[in-house]
């Protein structure tokens, strides 16, 4: 009989933007992409998007990914098509059953969302249709799996110590390509910790686990003095009204009209 494979030996897909700042409230997407990979050693198939925000890309943002107003303007697509066309890329993958790989998912996540939210009317969750995105972050499992491991934990910090080709960072196809490596990596160097589960327990887990580290950063930030307060949701950030409340059927916001 053959051996059942692990996950991380198996088809994942990767998904990364390039946007026009860090606030996942206001910000854009000006670039994506998503890879897949249908096992370890063959060929990746990548799905890129160029998009005009319809705002000015800051200096700061185009100083990290190069891209520019003038390059969105002429060769980028109005970002209400992007947007339905990133999401439904990612509902093809929850109905199929294929992991996605997304570093420091909430971001990139909750970026999506707000943007489906903010040009089509409603949110990932609605684009998904009742399926589940197996999301697997590799920010969140490097930390669960070596959690006292000093120094920094990017995206190329963590390529560099897994030993994964990183070059041409800031680029959405090469950092979702890595980010894909890096778990493969992850998952292989850790069989019994994480490769033992399937990836809808994984993702589970990584609820759990994130929720931790992020209690653990807001005790450390209490206290050292910083007023930055942690969101402990993963691997999407709730929508909130504009009281302040999380969205939901059991809300009515006070400030409505």
Known sequence: ???????????????????????????????????????????????????????????GARAVHGISDEHVRAHGRPARAVVGEIARALAEQAAAGVPVVVMNAPYDLTLLDRELRRHRGGSLADSLAGTEL???????????????RKGRRTLTDLCAHYDVS????????????????????????????????????LHLRQAVWHAAQARGLQRWFDRSGTPERVDFSWPLRPARCACGHRLGADHRCELAA
Do not use: C, N
């Open 1 to 59: 009989m053959q051996q059942s494979r692990h996950w991380y030996e198996g088809p994942l897909a990767s998904f990364d933007t390039e946007t026009t700042g860090v606030d996942v409230e206001s910000d854009r997407i000006v670039s994506a992409a998503l890879v897949l990979q249908p096992a370890p050693g063959l060929p990746a198939r990548t799905t890129s998007w160029l998009a005009d925000p319809g705002v000015p890309i800051p200096d």
């Open 134 to 148: 197996l999301v697997l972050d590799p920010w969140v499992l490097d930390k669960h799996v070596d959690r006292y």
């Open 166 to 201: 990183l070059v041409g960072a800031h680029d959405a196809g090469v950092d979702a390509a890595a980010a894909l490596q890096l778990v493969r990596a992850l998952g292989s160097r850790h069989p019994e910790r994480l490769g033992a589960v399937t990836p809808g327990e």
